[in-house]
């Protein structure tokens, strides 16, 4: 049995960091996402297509996302199988709810595993989200009740990754990577963590298109063949339609503003698509530089966006120390005080720069 697996593609995310033309050229980009992984389905000639949740945004979605959607999964000829996630959970408003879909769509609308028989002796159990928060595991006090080939789809955190996943992810039906095994399940296919995860059990495909800056992993629609023993092998098939650049720039050692515009030019030359420039290092104490000074550079580019980083001013401490001045007090009472050393450097410099009246040409991180 062979398996194309999407999860996490997020339509309709509002990007709220960029400018609307920018915003809705993400949001296109993340459409054309999913119809490159829908035409992979065909190109591969797999069984199935499958959506481990979060497909949309139950709070956001486009008018036009539901008839899109009903026509991408109409125009193949093979089962397409949706498990609801906690952004796109089977409620009244929900478009899986509202539209009406072609026969080959199954949509999974109870807040348990059910089988479909995909195949002789070949069964996939799928589960919902039936609300925004608050699911239980899926697997608790489930087992399987058959024989054959037993594969599981659902959006949940497995909590032995829950450590390492992106910060701010809440756990939603959570599980063990264990638990798999014991209920009788061969393998799951799951969304929910962002950043892909291979493990021996289940297989997170991570977001196929970029969603946001730093990402990790190469992420894309996975290729799921299940074998007769129940093991599988997995390929993932990069399908996205975003270019995106998480760059760091050392600005160390400038004196001036000027300079750290050709460090922050040089870097992005030759990028393409979306680019983040974190600008970092440590300065002249006279540089006097805004984030703003940098967003020109990056006219080229479908959007650029510079910010500071970890940025420290070479001031001459350990000569402040011996001031009999206001600035000399200043520097003993904060290397005196309790802070630990992060707080001190950034309450140090922000102080010093204030008492040269350079209060808010520096934000200090």
């Known amino acids: 049995m062979r398996l194309l697996l999407v999860s996490d593609v997020h339509l309709d995310t509002p990007f709220t960091w960029a400018g ?13 996402s999913l119809e490159r992984a829908v035409a992979v ?34 125009s193949i000829g093979i089962p397409v199988l949706i498990s609801p996630g906690n952004h796109d959970w089977y409620g009244p408003q929900s478009i899986y709810r509202q539209e009406t879909w072609t026969p080959n769509v ?4 109870e807040d348990r595993l059910t089988p479909v028989e995909l195949a002789d002796g070949f069964t996939l159990w799928g589960a919902a989200h039936r609300a925004p928060a608050n699911t239980d595991g899926f697997l608790d006090g489930f087992a399987v009740d058959r024989g054959g080939i037993n594969v599981a789809l659902f959006h949940g955190s497995e909590q032995g990754a829950f450590a390492w996943q992106e910060s701010g992810k809440v756990a939603h039906a959570p599980f063990q990577a264990e638990q798999i095994p014991a209920a009788g399940l061969h393998h799951a296919l799951v969304g929910h963590f962002h950043t892909p995860q291979m493990g021996d059990w289940h297989t997170y495909p991570g977001n196929p298109d970029p969603l946001a800056f730093g990402e990790v992993g190469v992420r894309g629609a996975v290729l799921v063949a299940v074998h007769a023993d129940g093991s599988v092998d997995r390929e993932t098939i990069p399908v996205a339609a975003s270019i995106v650049h998480d760059v760091p720039v050392d600005v160390t050692g400038i004196t001036n503003s000027t300079e750290a ?10 990028l393409k698509g979306t680019v983040r420039a974190t600008i970092t290092g440590e300065i002249g104490p006279d540089v006097d530089m805004k984030v703003g000074d940098f967003r020109h550079l990056g006219e080229h580019l479908d959007a650029f ?21 206001v600035r000399g007090q200043f520097t ?7 802070l630990d ?25």
């Open 41 to 74: 389905a065909d190109e591969r000639k797999v069984d199935a297509f499958l959506v481990a949740g979060d497909l949309y945004e139950q709070e956001l979605f486009a008018p036009d996302t539901s008839a899109f959607l009903r026509t991408l999964f109409g």
């Open 332 to 338: 003993r009472e904060v290397l005196e005080s309790d």
């Open 20 to 32: 609307p033309e920018v915003a809705r050229d993400r949001r296109r980009a993340i459409r054309a």
């Open 106 to 109: 199954h949509i999974f609308t």
């Open 305 to 325: 966006v510079p910010r500071l980083g970890r940025l420290t001013v070479a001031y001459d401490v350990e000569a402040f120390k011996a001031e009999a001045t």
């Open 341 to 365: 050393e992060d707080a001190k450097r950034r309450v140090l410099i922000t102080g010093l720069r204030a008492l040269d009246g350079r209060s808010g040409d520096l934000e200090v991180n």
């Open 261 to 270: 515009g050709q460090r922050v030019a040089t870097a992005i030359a030759g």
